[in-house]
């Protein structure tokens, strides 16, 4: 069977998921090192009856793409650092009024306009907290180009499922990188579709109203019913309304669909876990660094072994409780200062067994950085 390889960029490899997810609208507004996703998919999603959108700024790229959501559109967005920061109002006026969309934030050097055209993965805290408010995110990662477009296609069902917007958080290494992508056929991946509401024209319509399995119907704007739509707290109906109990069952809503459902969410790769005293963790371009260091010295018959995260929130920390129970030393591997370490930490029965290997320099991350943590805990 003859299969539909590329060798492309990472980028290209989130534009083609993006086109296999059934992405209808992007809006987007150019910004290093994301622009080749707006370029591509201004010329690919006109071609296949989508439509693109070059926005002025990022603040209208967020909100573009949330009200062709409620109009029924599988919708995406991509950006960087500075661009990702600006949506963060219009993104959390997605998550209260339960929006499905996809942003892309391949990231840059920061804080500020920093270092556009070198690695970084300084964004991690930003995609759970960047917003202001009690909530829950989906936000996924990838180390190579195969897993850039498997997460895509996730990240659109993932949105679709549970009503949420989803972050991609990929790094500049992975967004700029050559490799090959085998790209699926059409039927190969299974793609959730929009739970449209069945309630007929002139019923009561509660456009907030869960059903039993979680899941909240949509209508389409300008479709048969008419809905109200705010970042307020609100009832059923989306009207406003500040009844302490209305406003407490919503924000349990919001954080429970999402963190009652992790073990179906999170996603993580092992490799050699079973047996290793040593474990490493990382993400993104950071975990290719980190699986040669391990690939190298198992092959020297030392235990060690690799836990890829691909879900980076909700954070997975039932799965690395269990897989690092009978690990000596956890290394997280990272390109910050931290941010995932933190994590890693609160879930570890032993924190003082959890060490950091890491760069800040735009630099990706060397095999001899981590080396060198190895030599000093071991």
């Not at 019913?225 to 009844?243: A, I, K, Q, Y």
Request: proline content about 4%; aromatic content about 6%; overall charge neutral.
């Amino acid at each position: 069977m003859k299969k539909n390889i590329s060798f492309i960029q990472g980028n290209e490899a989130c534009v083609q998921g993006a086109l296999y997810a059934g992405l209808d609208l992007f809006a987007g507004y150019p910004i290093t090192p994301s622009t080749e996703i707006t370029e591509l998919l201004s010329i690919r999603l006109p071609q296949k009856g989508g439509y693109f959108m070059q926005m002025e700024d990022e603040i209208a790229s967020m909100c573009a793409i949330i009200g062709a959501s409620l109009t029924g559109c599988k919708v995406m967005t991509a950006t960087s650092g500075p661009g990702f920061s600006l949506m963060q109002e219009a993104l959390g006026y997605a998550v209260m009024t339960e929006i499905p969309c996809v942003i892309v934030n391949i990231q840059r050097g920061g804080p500020s306009t920093g270092n556009p055209t070198h690695v970084s993965q300084g964004d991690v805290n930003q995609a759970r907290w960047g917003i202001h408010g009690d909530h829950s995110i989906i936000t996924m990662t990838a180390s190579n180009h195969q897993d850039v477009f498997s997460v895509t296609v996730d990240a659109f069902n993932l949105a679709e499922t549970y009503r949420t917007p989803v972050i991609l958080l990929f790094d500049e290494v992975i967004g700029h990188m050559r490799e090959k992508l085998i790209i699926p056929e059409k039927d190969d991946i299974e793609l959730i579709q929009r739970l449209k509401t069945t309630v007929s024209e002139g019923v009561d319509f509660r456009p907030y109203l869960p059903r039993d399995d979680g899941r909240i119907p949509m209508a389409d704007f300008g479709g048969t019913h008419r809905h109200n739509v705010t970042g307020l707290f609100h009832d059923m109906w989306g009207f406003p309304s500040n009844n302490p109990k209305i406003v407490d069952g919503l924000i349990h809503h919001l954080v429970d669909k999402i963190n009652n459902n992790i073990n179906i969410i999170a996603k993580v790769k092992e490799f050699h876990i079973d047996d290793a005293r040593t474990i490493l963790i990382s993400y993104g371009a950071s975990a290719r660094t980190a699986r040669h260091v391990v690939e190298n010295r198992r092959s020297r018959g030392e235990r060690i072994g690799l836990l890829e995260l691909i879900t980076l929130w909700p954070f997975p920390s039932h799965i690395i409780r269990e897989k690092c129970r009978n690990a000596r030393f956890i290394i997280v591997v990272e390109m910050n200062f931290g941010q995932i370490l933190k994590e890693v930490k609160t879930c570890i029965d032993k924190p003082e067994k959890v060490f950091l290997a890491n760069r800040v320099d735009g630099v990706l991350i060397t095999v001899q950085d981590i080396r060198t943590i190895l030599r000093i805990v071991q």
